[in-house]
C-alpha cells in the first residue's frame, strides 16, 4: 500500500514496482518482449502496440473493479454474462429494426443496467449474506440465458455510426477506449490510496472480524464495489463491443475466466486483503499479449495446435518466477 | 416446537430434500412419463461423469481449496488412451496409461499447492489452459474413435437395472463416505478447512493428505473420461469443456461452503439430483435450451437466498 | 445477534428477491408455446401427426433461425407436422447428442440433425434409429449409417472448394501468388476441420500459388478472429487473404481488414448470413459471399422428414416433390437442394436473414 505513492517518479516506480509482488512478473514480461522483439522487430511497431494496448482496455477496466472484489475476499465470475447480457441491450436499444433509441440514451440505460446487475449482486452478497461464487456462478449462468432471449436468435447488423465511434473513434490520436482505460486506472488509484473506501476495502479484506468491531459499514462497502465492478462491465462493453459492426450472443464468455486469471496472476491474494493495481495491468498486458507473440514468433504450421498449450505454459512460468522472485525477497 | 422445526430446516440438506421433492412432485403432475424409470434410467447416463467428479471435488472443497483443471484433465486422458489405442496399444493398457496420466495432473497440481503454496485457483487456472493444450497439441485436435465393441458395451451396460457408471459412482460414494465418518481422515479434511495453519500445527500431515486429493481429483477425472469415451465412442480434445463448472455448481449447491470446512456428501447427492433433473426436465419439457440456463442459474440463487434465510431465522 | 428491526429488513429484502426471481421466470415462460410450433395452426391435419425434431449445431445463430423459420413454413403448410427446434446454445456437440437421446425417449417420428462433430453424435444417432426413429441429417452430414438421408445443399468439399475458388477470382486469377491464411472457429471444431482437410487439398491440387501462411483459432468469439486476423496482417505484411469459415470469424476478420485500410487490397471471405456481411460487401471489403437459401434447407428437411414419417420416400427413390420447392432430385441416399448462393454487391440487399 504505502509503495503506491511513488509512482510520481517513473524511476522509483520501476524500483517500487521490483519490491512489490508484481516483480517476478515484470520481468517476466519484459523477458518476453526482448524475446519477441529480437525474432520478429516489427513487434515493436508503434501501430502493434496501440493495437494491444486497445485489446488490453476492456479486460483491464473490468479487472480494475475486480481486484476490488478480491481484495475484499469476494469473487465475482458474472462479469462475462454480465457482458454478454448488456451488449445485447445495447444493441438492441439502438438498432433501428428494434427500439432505435438515440446512441446518447442507450449508452447511459447501459451504464445504469450494468451498474443494477452489479448491485443485484452486491445486494445478495452484502445485505443476504449469500456467498459470492454462488451468487455469480448462478448469475454467469442465468444472464447468458437471458442474453439469448433477448437476442431472440438474430444478431445485431446495423449499429449506428454514433454508437461505433466509441469503438472505433480516437481522441488526439489515441482510441477512446485507452482514455477511458487510463481514467479507470487513475480514478481505481485515487480511489485505494486516496479515499476512506479504498482503506476500508483493503481493511475489510484483511480482517473482516477486526473491520467489524471497529465499525466498518462492511456491507455498505461490499455492496458498493459490486456495483462498481457492474459499473465497469458496462464501460467496458460500450467501448469494445462497438469495435465490431456484429452484436452476436456470444460477447464476453470466457471473459470472466480470462479477468480472474490476470487479477491473480499480477499477484491479488485470493483471500483477500492485498493486491496492486500495478500487478495486475501488467498481468492484463502480459495475457492480451500472448496471442499476439505467438503470432510474431511466426512458429509454422505445426504449433497452431500448440498454441493453448504455450498459453498454458506461459501462465505457468509466471506464476513460478513470481514465486521464485517472492521467496528470494523474503530469504 | 416451531424453533425446532426451523432449525431442521436451516440443514442445507433438509432444505434441499424438500426442494427436490417438490420439484419431483410438479414433474410427477406436468409430465408423468419424464419419472418413469426407462426414462430415468437413460437420461442418468448424462450424469455419471459429473457425478463422480463432484466426489473429490467435494472434499478439495470441504479443505478451502478448489481443481478447476479437471475438464481439462479429462481431455488429456481420453487423448492418452485414444493415441495409445490407435497406435495398436490393447484399450486395456491404454486405459490404465490414461489413469496414470489423470494422477500425474492431479499431482502436478498438488505439488504446487502444496510444495510452492500457490493458491488452488490460481494453479489449476493455468493447467487449465495447459492440460487441455497439450491434449490439443498431441492429437492435432483431431477426433479419435473406433473403439471396440467390448469396450463400447461398457457405456450402454447395466446390472439390476442401473447402469455401470451409477454402480461406481455408487462404489465410490461409498468409499467417499466411510473416508469422511468412518475414518478419522474425515475429521482432518473438515480441520484444514476450517483452519489449516492450526491443523498443521496439531502434527496432521497436511500437505499429504491435499497432495492425495489433488491426485484423487485427477483420478476421478481420468475414470470420467473413460466413461465418456465408452458412451459416446469418441476421443477429442474438446471434451469435458466447461465440465468444471457443472461439477462445482453441484457442489456448492449442495451446501457445501466455498471457504471450506463446512458441507456433506448427502447434500452434494441431492445437489446433482436437483441440477441433473432441472437441466433435462426443462428441455424434456420446453424444448429450449436458452431456458435452461436460466432455470439453473435462478435454481443456484434461490436455494442458497433459502439457505442463508431460513439461517437467519435460525439465529435470531 | 441481530436487531429485531434489521431481522425484518432482511425479511423484505428476501420477499423482494423471491419476486425478482419469479418474475425472471414468469417473463421466460408465457411464450413457451410459440417456440413448439405449429400445433394451433393445423387444425386441418389429416390423418396422424408427425412430430418432428429439428437439432441444430448451434441455436441462437442467425444461420439456423433462418433456417428454423423455412422449417415451420413447411410445417404449416403440411398440417400434421409438430415442429419442435431446439439445439444446444453453446454449440456442445456432447449436449447434441444429449437432446438426440432426449428425443428418441421421448418418441417423436423425425430426428433432423445438423451434428456439430459427427463422431460424438454418431451413438445416440444409432440408438435413435434402433428404436425406430427416422433420423435424417441436414446441413452437415454425420457417418453415413447413423441417419437414413442427408439433406444436402452442399457437401463439405463443395463448401471447402467454393471458398478457395471464391479466394482466387477475388484476388484475380490462379496466377497471383499469394499468402492466406485461415481464421477457423475452435481448432476442435469438427465440420471446420473438415472444410480445412478440403482447402488444403484444393490449394496443393489446383492452386499451388496459394501459400497457407497460417490457421488460427477464434474460440468463437469474433473480438478474438478481429484481433488474430489484425496481428497476422502485422506479421505477415505480404498477406492477401482471409478465410473466415464461421459465422463469427467471418465478420470479425473483415472488420479488421476494413479497420486497417486495406480493403480491397486483402480479400476476405468465408460463410456467413448476408445481414452481418451487407455493410463489407457494400463497403468492398468483401466481395462475395458463399451461402445457399437457408430458409429453403429448413423447408425441405421438413419435408424430407414428413415424406419418410409417412412412407412417401423410399430407398430407390430418384425424385422427390417438396412441396412448393418442386421436384428435387435425391442421389442415392442424399437429397439435393442445389443452387448455391453467392451475395455479391447486386444481389445482397434482396436477402435479409
Not at chain 1, 504449433?303 to 501462465?315: E, N, V
Not at chain 3, 453424435?121 to 441429417?137: D, N, Q, S, Y
Request: with cysteine.
Amino acid at each position: 500500500m504505502k509503495d503506491g505513492f511513488q509512482g510520481l517518479r517513473l524511476g522509483k516506480w520501476m524500483l517500487g514496482l521490483l519490491k512489490q509482488r508484481a516483480a517476478g512478473l515484470f520481468c517476466f514480461t519484459f523477458l518476453a518482449l526482448g524475446l519477441v522483439s529480437l525474432i520478429n522487430p516489427a513487434f515493436l511497431a508503434w501501430g502493434n502496440l496501440r493495437d494491444i494496448a486497445v485489446q488490453a482496455a476492456p479486460v483491464c477496466i473490468i479487472s480494475c473493479g475486480l481486484m476490488l472484489v478480491l481484495v475484499l475476499g469476494e469473487i465475482d465470475i458474472s462479469v462475462g454474462s454480465m457482458m454478454g447480457v448488456l451488449a445485447a441491450s445495447m444493441g438492441a436499444m439502438v438498432s433501428a429494426t428494434r427500439w432505435g433509441l438515440s446512441p446518447w440514451i442507450a449508452v447511459i440505460l447501459t451504464l445504469i443496467l450494468g451498474t443494477l446487475m452489479g448491485a443485484l449482486n452486491g445486494w445478495l452478497i452484502a445485505y443476504l449474506r449469500v456467498p459470492s461464487i454462488m451468487v455469480t456462478l448462478g448469475m454467469l449462468t442465468a444472464l447468458r440465458g437471458v442474453t439469448e432471449v433477448i437476442m431472440g436468435g438474430t444478431w445485431i447488423t446495423d449499429l449506428p455510426p454514433g454508437i461505433r465511434y466509441l469503438g472505433t473513434g480516437s481522441w488526439m490520436g489515441l482510441p477512446i477506449c485507452l482514455w477511458v482505460c487510463a481514467g479507470v486506472i487513475v480514478l481505481s488509484t485515487w480511489l485505494i490510496h486516496r479515499t476512506p473506501l479504498g482503506r476500508r476495502i483493503f481493511a475489510i479484506g484483511s480482517q473482516p472480524r477486526a473491520a467489524h468491531l471497529a465499525g466498518l459499514p462492511i456491507q455498505r462497502v461490499k455492496f458498493l464495489v459490486f456495483a462498481w465492478t457492474g459499473f465497469l462491465t458496462a464501460l467496458a462493453t460500450l467501448v469494445s463491443v462497438p469495435q465490431l459492426s456484429v452484436v452476436d450472443s456470444g460477447i464476453g464468455v470466457g471473459m470472466e475466466l480470462l479477468v480472474v486469471t490476470c487479477v491473480v496472476v499480477g499477484g491479488t491474494s485470493v483471500s483477500g486483503g492485498t493486491g496492486h493495481l500495478s500487478g495486475v495491468v501488467f498481468a492484463v498486458l502480459l495475457m492480451t499479449m500472448i496471442s499476439t507473440l505467438l503470432i510474431f514468433m511466426k512458429l509454422g504450421e505445426n504449433a497452431t495446435y500448440w498454441s493453448r498449450a504455450i498459453q498454458g505454459l506461459f501462465i505457468l512460468g509466471a506464476i513460478l518466477l513470481d514465486h521464485l522472485v517472492r521467496s528470494k525477497k523474503s530469504s | 416446537m416451531k424453533t425446532k422445526w426451523f432449525s431442521w430446516l436451516s440443514h442445507p440438506e433438509s432444505l434441499l430434500s424438500c426442494l427436490t421433492l417438490v420439484m419431483l412432485g410438479w414433474i410427477y403432475k406436468e409430465d408423468p412419463t419424464f419419472l418413469q424409470w426407462e426414462v430415468q434410467k437413460e437420461l442418468s447416463t448424462h450424469i455419471w461423469e459429473t457425478a463422480l467428479m463432484a466426489l473429490p471435488m467435494t472434499l478439495i472443497i470441504l479443505t478451502g481449496g478448489i481443481d478447476l483443471s479437471i475438464g481439462s484433465t479429462m481431455s488429456l486422458c481420453a487423448i492418452t488412451a485414444g493415441m495409445l489405442h490407435q497406435h495398436g496399444v490393447p484399450l486395456p493398457m491404454g486405459c490404465l496409461a490414461a489413469a496414470l496420466v489423470g494422477l500425474a495432473g492431479g499431482w502436478f497440481n498438488g505439488w504446487f499447492i502444496t510444495r510452492l503454496k500457490v493458491h488452488p485457483l490460481i494453479i489449476t487456472l493455468a493447467t487449465m489452459a495447459a492440460f487441455r493444450g497439450i491434449a490439443e497439441g498431441v492429437s492435432q485436435a483431431r477426433p479419435l474413435s473406433g473403439f471396440p465393441k467390448s469396450f463400447t458395451w461398457l457405456g450402454q451396460a447395466s446390472w439390476l437395472g442401473i447402469p455401470l457408471a451409477g454402480w461406481l459412482f455408487l462404489g465410490c460414494l461409498a468409499l467417499c463416505a466411510w473416508i469422511m465418518h468412518g475414518h478419522r481422515l474425515g475429521r482432518y479434511i473438515h480441520a484444514i478447512g476450517y483452519n489449516e495453519v492450526a491443523t498443521r500445527y496439531s502434527g496432521i500431515r497436511v500437505n499429504r493428505i491435499l497432495l492425495g486429493l489433488y491426485c484423487l481429483s485427477g483420478l476421478s477425472a481420468s475414470i470420467a473420461a473413460i466413461l465418456f469415451m465408452a458412451r459416446r465412442n469418441t476421443a477429442k480434445a474438446d471434451i469435458g469443456a466447461g465440465v468444471e463448472l457443472g461439477v462445482i455448481t453441484a457442489v456448492v449447491m449442495g451446501g457445501v461452503s466455498i471457504f471450506g470446512g463446512r458441507g456433506s456428501l448427502f447434500g452434494v447427492c441431492l445437489g446433482l439430483v436437483l441440477i441433473h433433473e432441472t437441466r433435462e426436465f426443462v428441455s424434456w419439457h420446453w424444448s429450449r435450451d436458452e431456458l435452461n440456463l436460466l432455470a439453473l442459474g435462478s435454481l443456484l440463487i434461490l436455494s442458497v437466498v433459502f439457505q442463508q434465510l431460513l439461517g437467519h431465522k435460525r439465529s435470531s | 445477534m441481530k436487531s429485531r428491526s434489521e431481522a425484518s429488513v432482511q425479511g423484505v429484502y428476501s420477499t423482494l428477491t423471491l419476486l425478482a426471481f419469479g418474475l425472471m421466470f414468469g417473463a421466460c415462460s408465457p411464450s413457451e408455446n410459440s417456440q413448439i410450433g405449429s400445433e394451433s395452426e393445423s387444425i386441418l391435419s389429416s390423418g396422424k401427426r408427425i412430430t418432428i425434431a429439428l437439432i441444430p449445431k448451434k441455436k441462437g445463430l442467425p444461420y439456423f433461425t433462418s433456417c428454423a423459420s423455412g422449417a415451420e413454413e413447411a410445417a404449416r403448410e403440411l398440417g400434421n407436422v409438430d415442429l419442435i427446434y431446439d439445439g444446444p446454445t453453446d454449440g456442445s456437440p456432447e449436449k447434441q447428442a444429449s437432446m438426440i437421446e432426449q428425443y428418441a425417449l421421448k418418441g417423436v417420428d423425425v430426428i433432423a440433425v445438423s451434428p456439430n462433430d459427427p463422431e460424438v453424435v454418431a451413438p445416440a444417432m444409432r440408438k435413435a434409429r434402433e428404436k425406430g426413429i427416422h433420423v435424417i441429417t441436414w446441413d452437415a452430414d454425420a457417418v453415413t449409417d447413423a441417419r437414413s438421408y442427408f439433406v444436402n445443399q452442399s457437401t463439405a468439399q463443395a463448401i471447402a472448394y467454393g471458398m478457395v475458388d471464391t479466394m482466387v477470382q477475388d484476388l484475380g486469377g490462379p496466377e497471383v501468388k499469394a499468402q492466406v491464411a485461415i481464421v477457423t472457429a475452435y481448432l476442435t471444431a469438427a465440420n471446420q476441420n473438415i472444410w480445412i482437410e478440403h482447402m488444403k487439398a484444393r490449394m496443393a491440387d489446383t492452386y499451388p500459388n496459394l501459400d497457407l501462411v497460417a490457421i488460427k483459432p477464434s474460440d468463437e468469439d469474433q473480438k478474438l478472429a478481429f484481433k488474430v486476423t489484425q496481428d497476422l496482417m502485422k506479421a505477415y505484411p505480404d498477406i492477401k487473404g482471409f478465410f473466415g469459415i464461421s459465422s463469427v470469424s467471418f465478420p470479425g476478420a473483415a472488420e479488421a481488414v476494413k479497420q486497417a485500410g486495406r480493403s480491397g487490397e486483402v480479400m476476405v471471405t468465408g460463410l456467413a448470413t448476408p445481414n452481418s456481411m451487407k455493410a463489407y460487401v457494400q463497403d468492398g471489403t468483401v466481395k462475395s459471399v458463399v451461402l445457399w437459401n437457408t430458409a429453403e434447407l429448413g423447408y425441405l428437411t421438413v419435408q424430407v422428414g414428413a415424406a419418410l414419417a409417412n412412407g412417401t420416400l423410399n430407398p430407390g427413390d430418384e425424385q422427390f416433390v417438396a412441396g412448393k420447392l418442386g421436384e428435387k432430385e435425391v442421389a442415392g441416399d442424399q437429397v439435393l437442394l442445389g443452387d448455391i448462393l453467392v451475395f455479391n454487391q447486386e444481389n445482397i440487399h434482396q436477402y435479409d436473414f
